[in-house]
């Protein structure tokens, strides 16, 4: 949603990684961003202006004296931009950014933008390693624009080494944080996610269908929002996301020892987790055999710890603890008694069941039920914009 209505600049200047602007471009574009792209000459030679002027639906900008109206052009665009990303950024291009020199459409233009500023290098390793370059980005960065360090691996030139373009995904995730509010600075964010796995024997174990999707949607938003996530996390099949320390367990016992280990620390803690809550009492060393005749198997279970409830033990006032509680009937009479039971400050309950919510699903829609009786019903929406509403809720209560 950070993109929708913005206006980013996107320039590109000479080097090989050009074509990944391509994808940054498209990528942005899907986002629901305008996007104006300025070039420099050399970077025409890379990647052909035709390509950007059909993706982002705007005149590329390379020229200042071809054009008429580019001298007055640029100052336009200048204005209206809403963010600007250089990327792939030159030794040569940074050089100018950092003396303030305006000899072409691109750095003429950034001179004139008071918008946040994204520069992202690319080149050689040994250039990147230069006290020259390196000193020239450490003005920029002084100056208040966002430096993006390069990935490394290995180069055009054959040398391996850091320099190269990062992926345009990621590019585009770290334009979004930049652009993001940053009105969780200072706070450190717990939160747990995804299930937990109890083993039956080496093959078989108890677990459940959580597929992490909510917990994770929420330590993206509070990471891009400036705060410290720790993400204690059952085993899932999602990337983790940018910026947030991710801590994988299996077990209750694990997560709760993490949890826990955690917990002082923490401003906000949010536990997602679908915890198991029951694991067996003897879990076998060996595979469990089919036996002839024996048509039933009993598994002896045990009630795991439950983490919630041993946070909610040991929280301080200064501390705000958020629960979730995925429910089959009595949804908001059995969130409201976990409220009381637990010490908890917010609790969010869903239905599960649905295709379009709780478990597995992109979308999902929840009650909120605070501890002073009171409680809020949010609409059918995208996990990720869902996180938002529960960070500004938890921010309110908090206030």
């Given at each position: 949603?950070?993109f929708?209505?913005?206006?980013?600049?996107?320039?590109i200047?000479?080097?090989i990684?050009?074509?990944?602007s391509v994808?940054?471009?498209?990528?942005l574009?899907?986002?629901?961003?305008?996007?104006t792209?300025i070039?420099?000459?050399?970077?025409?030679?890379?990647?052909?202006?035709?390509?950007?002027?059909?993706?982002?639906?705007?005149?590329?900008l390379?020229?200042?004296?071809?054009?008429?109206?580019?001298?007055?052009?640029?100052?336009?665009?200048?204005?209206?931009?809403?963010?600007?990303?250089v990327a792939p950024?030159?030794?040569n291009t940074?050089?100018k950014?950092?003396?303030g020199?305006?000899?072409?459409?691109l750095?003429?233009?950034?001179?004139?933008?008071?918008?946040?500023?994204?520069v992202?290098?690319?080149m050689?390793?040994?250039?990147y390693q230069?006290?020259?370059?390196?000193?020239?980005l450490?003005?920029?960065?002084?100056?208040?624009?966002?430096?993006?360090?390069?990935?490394?691996?290995?180069?055009a030139?054959?040398?391996?080494?850091?320099?190269r373009?990062?992926?345009p995904?990621?590019?585009?995730?770290?334009i979004e944080?930049?652009?993001?509010?940053?009105?969780?600075?200072?706070?450190?964010?717990?939160?747990?996610?995804?299930?937990?796995?109890?083993?039956?024997d080496?093959?078989?174990?108890?677990?459940?269908?959580s597929?992490?999707?909510?917990?994770?949607?929420i330590?993206?938003?509070?990471?891009k929002?400036?705060?410290?996530?720790?993400?204690?996390?059952?085993?899932?099949?999602?990337e983790?996301?940018?910026?947030?320390?991710?801590?994988?367990i299996?077990?209750c016992?694990?997560?709760?020892?993490?949890?826990?280990?955690?917990?002082n620390?923490?401003?906000?803690?949010?536990?997602?987790?679908?915890?198991?809550?029951?694991k067996p009492v003897?879990?076998?060393?060996?595979?469990i055999?089919?036996?002839a005749?024996?048509?039933?198997?009993?598994?002896n279970?045990?009630e795991?710890?439950?983490?919630?409830?041993?946070?909610?033990?040991?929280?301080?006032?200064?501390?705000?603890?958020?629960?979730?509680?995925?429910e089959?009937?009595?949804?908001e009479?059995?969130?409201?008694?976990?409220?009381?039971?637990?010490n908890?400050?917010?609790?969010?309950?869903n239905?599960?069941?649905s295709k379009?919510?709780?478990?597995?699903?992109?979308?999902?829609k929840?009650?909120?039920?605070?501890?002073?009786?009171?409680s809020?019903?949010?609409?059918l929406?995208?996990?990720?914009?869902?996180?938002?509403?529960?960070i500004?809720?938890i921010?309110?209560?908090?206030?």
């Amino acid at each position: 949603m950070i993109f929708q209505n913005k206006h980013i600049l996107l320039c590109i200047t000479g080097g090989i990684a050009a074509y990944k602007s391509v994808e940054l471009l498209r990528l942005l574009k899907k986002a629901g961003a305008g996007v104006t792209v300025i070039m420099t000459e050399s970077a025409k030679k890379f990647v052909g202006i035709t390509t950007f002027e059909v993706l982002s639906e705007n005149p590329v900008l390379s020229d200042l004296y071809f054009d008429t109206e580019a001298s007055v052009k640029h100052i336009d665009l200048a204005k209206r931009a809403d963010a600007v990303v250089v990327a792939p950024a030159t030794a040569n291009t940074i050089a100018k950014l950092a003396a303030g020199i305006a000899d072409n459409a691109l750095t003429t233009t950034l001179l004139a933008v008071t918008c946040p500023v994204m520069v992202c290098p690319s080149m050689n390793t040994d250039m990147y390693q230069n006290l020259r370059v390196q000193r020239n980005l450490d003005i920029l960065e002084k100056d208040g624009w966002h430096i993006l360090d390069p990935d490394s691996g290995v180069l055009a030139c054959k040398t391996t080494g850091a320099g190269r373009l990062p992926e345009p995904w990621f590019i585009a995730d770290r334009i979004e944080a930049m652009l993001t509010r940053k009105d969780l600075k200072g706070k450190r964010v717990l939160i747990s996610a995804g299930p937990t796995v109890e083993a039956i024997d080496p093959v078989r174990y108890v677990s459940n269908h959580s597929s992490g999707k909510m917990g994770y949607a929420i330590a993206k938003a509070a990471e891009k929002r400036g705060a410290e996530v720790t993400l204690v996390s059952g085993p899932v099949h999602l990337e983790t996301p940018v910026g947030v320390e991710r801590i994988n367990i299996e077990t209750c016992d694990e997560m709760a020892a993490r949890m826990l280990s955690y917990l002082n620390d923490a401003d906000i803690i949010i536990k997602v987790a679908a915890v198991a809550d029951y694991k067996p009492v003897d879990p076998k060393s060996g595979k469990i055999k089919k036996k002839a005749g024996n048509t039933e198997l009993i598994l002896n279970m045990v009630e795991n710890p439950d983490i919630l409830k041993l946070i909610g033990e040991r929280k301080t006032k200064k501390q705000f603890l958020v629960g979730f509680a995925a429910e089959t009937e009595d949804l908001e009479k059995n969130a409201a008694l976990k409220i009381k039971k637990k010490n908890l400050d917010m609790i969010a309950a869903n239905l599960v069941g649905s295709k379009d919510s709780g478990f597995k699903a992109d979308t999902n829609k929840v009650k909120l039920i605070f501890k002073d009786g009171s409680s809020l019903d949010i609409p059918l929406m995208e996990k990720e914009e869902l996180a938002n509403i529960l960070i500004d809720t938890i921010l309110e209560k908090m206030r």
